[in-house]
Nanobody, 119 residues
């Protein structure tokens, strides 16, 4: 099982980016999917989370600017980031709890994609 993230890059303050993450391999299902980020010298933090049923939650600093969504048929999760700020600069990781054996969910991480917000 692998998670492949994409969509990072360099953007000016106030700009937008859309991150994507696809799960591949053999598994039964995915429940929670999430995006986390890690800025230089800081701990990794949870940014947004979405359940299999579509319930979402956000870290306070991104609420109202970021939108997490998923496509269950394609095993993908997305993060639409608007009104980006320099403090959003970080490596962004996708994470998913994946049912690789019946009724056993394990966490998997994507490889990380760099988001840099700078003028």
């Amino acid at each position: 099982v692998q998670l492949q993230a994409s969509g990072g890059g360099l953007v000016q303050p106030g700009g937008s980016l859309r991150l994507s993450c696809a799960a591949s391999g053999t598994f039964f299902s995915i429940n929670v999917m999430a995006w986390c980020r890690q800025a230089p010298g800081k701990q990794r933090e949870l940014v947004a989370i979405v359940t299999a049923g579509g319930v979402t939650d956000y870290e306070d600093s991104v609420r109202g600017r970021f939108t997490i969504s998923r496509d269950n048929a394609k095993n993908m999760v997305f993060l639409q980031m608007n009104s980006l700020k320099p403090e959003d600069t970080a490596v962004y990781f996708c994470k998913a709890n994946i049912e690789t054996k019946r009724y056993i969910f394990l966490p998997y991480w994507g490889q990380g994609t760099q988001v840099t917000v700078s003028s």
